[in-house]
């Protein structure tokens, strides 16, 4: 079982590559080749550090090794979000994503809000809908040109 902790600064480096490289080695098989560059170009270590300063970002490790993460923001009055939820390839359909989900949604925001959204690439889609989310708007557009999937939990 692995180990889930809050971030801590410093991580932004190695999580800045966990979510570039699941982008490009899973992902990608996925969704066109423009909504993953421009996903790619946004998780930076800046970027990362930059979610993490204005949410609860957790960090999943497995041996010592950073596996996977996700952030909780707050979005509205009983909302929030789940953002850059991600596992390494080889941490995927090992159960460490319900893990992970587990931790998340224990977090304070989530577990005070009413609605828990995120947005899911298509490829996620029987992950999130197997732990109880569901797709609700369908395709729409975020980030320019960005077509990816809003799914919600209801409470």
């Known amino acids: 079982m692995a180990e889930i902790r809050l971030y801590l600064p ?14 490009l080695e899973v992902n990608a098989n996925y969704c066109p080749a423009g909504e993953i560059q421009w996903l790619y170009d946004r998780y930076t ?5 930059e979610i993490a300063s204005g949410g609860h970002t957790y960090v999943m490790t497995e ?14 009055e009983a909302e929030c979000e789940i953002i850059a939820a991600f596992l390494l390839p080889e941490a995927i ?17 989530c577990i005070s809000a009413r609605r828990i959204w995120l947005t899911s690439s298509v490829n996620a889609l029987d992950f999130y809908e197997k ?7 369908g395709y729409r557009q975020r980030g320019g040109e960005l077509h990816l999937l809003e799914m919600e939990k209801r409470k």
């Open 63 to 76: 041996g010592g090794t950073i596996v996977g993460t996700g952030t909780v923001i707050e979005t509205g």
């Open 10 to 23: 410093g991580d932004e480096e190695a999580l800045s590559t966990l979510l570039r490289r699941t982008l």
């Open 131 to 137: 732990i109880g989310y569901e797709y609700v708007y």
């Open 93 to 109: 359909g090992r159960g460490l994503g319900t893990q992970l989900f587990a931790a998340l949604e224990a977090d304070d925001l």
């Open 45 to 49: 270590p800046e970027t990362v550090a």
